[in-house]
């Protein structure tokens, strides 16, 4: 079984940010009042090349935290964790603080 994914072109391998279910009272919070499709960009492919051969990047780097759309993606099991797959132009934004 494989150890680490080096996604190919211009692909970007993120790691879905759960929400907490509960505060730390120990309220149940419902599904929707956290409903922040984010994620943590775990491996960034090399990127794509355009008609004259040059490389375009990929925008996102590893380590970033990014807003990730409803719908899309491919999933990827490696070991106990669940990770997925989108195209550099799938995700919607970088996330800061």
Not at 53 to 82: C, M, N, Q, S
Request: glycine share 10%; charged share 30%; with cysteine.
């Amino acid at each position: 079984m494989a150890k680490r994914l080096i996604p190919c072109l211009n692909r970007v391998l993120v790691e879905k940010i759960v929400p907490p279910s509960k505060t730390t009272a120990g309220i149940l919070l419902p599904e929707k009042s956290s409903k922040l499709n984010s994620g943590k960009v775990i491996a960034v492919g090399p990127g794509t090349r355009d008609n004259s051969g040059k490389v375009i990047p990929v925008a996102v780097k590893e380590g970033d935290t990014v807003l990730l759309p409803d719908y899309g993606g491919t999933e990827v099991k490696l070991g106990e964790k669940e990770y997925h797959l989108f195209r550099d132009e799938d995700i919607l934004g970088t996330l800061h603080d």
